[in-house]
């Protein structure tokens, strides 16, 4: 998944260049309804559909959100979309990123949103090796070569930073989407997220997982965002949105079986049997301690206050750097405490 940096000459430059069409938009726009019919809500997402919106799917198909008075249609993105530009550009008014950097680096650019939500309280993002060379904690990367994505460079070198290794006792390459570079012996590791089964089936019984969080660079995933002005004008729409998501989620968790069956009716590329495979973690990320006492979707200020200073100690805001304030609002969290908490 993209963790991508840019300024606000980028940003404005890839938001102009998007185009009218939905499918390059990476958010949920919104137009207000009649009295006789619930709000349209348009869900964009990121990145291709999969599990990462179960619980979204279930409200859907269970009548949740138009139980709450909202109608939802999710339009999957692709590995071009860049959805803080299309916010940005104005072309709708809520989005959802895979990575919550995404969310601080945009403030920095000059973008006004900030984050409203996170779907997975861990983000799945995994160092994967093999038992003859395992790499179990940081300390077993010097002298090995990790590829990841070039978006995840920075991942890494956070990752080094945070447990006192210099960059230079690690190689550092270029990696596609598959694992052959692991699987050949080209690298020691390679990277991806722990719910994508599909990619990690390859790997066999041997495989071995350090996940980015247990390093101690503690991101979220699946992260909700809305512009200043959405977030201080409407900000009950966002709340609708978030109770029927809350359900859909709560619901899922309740019924996982059922709830991958309605996930593969409604996107038939989806593979069944593997979904089941993945559906106790996708839930495990979402679900946890921290929200049993405060509910699907909450966020923390501390966390977001380690995700910054991990991101400014290694020169990453292009501007200045930004406040947990500025990012983050948990206002639409609090809103909706009740039905959150009930399903968390």
Do not use: C
Request: aromatic content about 8%; glycine content about 10%; hydrophobic content about 40%.
């Amino acid at each position: 998944m993209p963790l991508i940096s840019k300024n606000r000459r980028q940003f404005l430059k890839g938001a102009a260049a998007i185009g009218a069409a939905a499918a390059t938009q990476s958010l949920i726009s919104v137009t207000r309804a009649s009295a006789q019919s619930p709000e349209k809500v348009g869900m964009q997402l990121g990145w291709l559909a999969s599990n990462g919106i179960l619980g979204e799917v279930v409200a859907q198909r269970k009548g949740f959100y138009a139980e709450e008075g909202v109608a939802l249609e999710i339009t999957p993105g692709g590995p071009n979309v860049d959805g803080v530009g299309g916010v940005a550009a104005g072309r709708s008014t809520l989005g959802q990123t895979s990575s919550s950097p995404s969310v601080m680096l945009a403030r920095s650019a000059g973008i006004p949103i900030k984050a409203f939500a996170a779907g997975y309280q861990k983000h799945p993002f995994t160092y994967f090796s093999l038992a003859k060379s395992a790499i179990r904690e940081p300390k077993d990367m010097i002298g090995k070569t990790i590829a990841t994505q070039p978006t995840a460079f920075i991942l890494l070198r956070a990752l080094l930073a945070k447990n006192g290794i210099a960059e230079d006792q690690v190689t550092i390459v270029n990696m596609g989407s598959d694992m052959n570079q692991l699987i050949t012996g080209q690298a020691d590791a390679v990277t991806g997220w722990l719910t994508n089964t599909n990619a990690l089936k390859v790997l066999g019984e041997d495989r071995v997982d350090l996940m980015l969080w247990d390093t101690g660079i503690q991101l979220y995933a699946n992260v909700y965002f809305a512009t200043d002005k959405t977030l201080s004008e409407t900000p009950e729409t966002l709340q609708k949105f978030l109770r029927g998501s809350a359900r859909g989620w709560g619901y899922a968790k309740e019924n996982p079986e059922e709830a991958v069956d309605l996930l593969v009716e409604t996107y038939p590329n989806l593979d069944k049997a593997s979904e089941l495979e993945a559906v106790g973690g996708v839930l495990d990320f979402s679900f946890g301690e921290s929200t049993k006492e405060n509910g699907w979707a909450t966020m923390n200020r501390e966390n977001w206050e380690a995700q910054l200073k991990a991101y400014a100690d290694l020169d990453q805001f292009k501007g200045d750097v930004p406040t947990v304030d500025d990012v983050v609002t948990f206002d639409i969290l609090d809103a909706t405490a009740d039905i959150r908490k009930q399903v968390g």
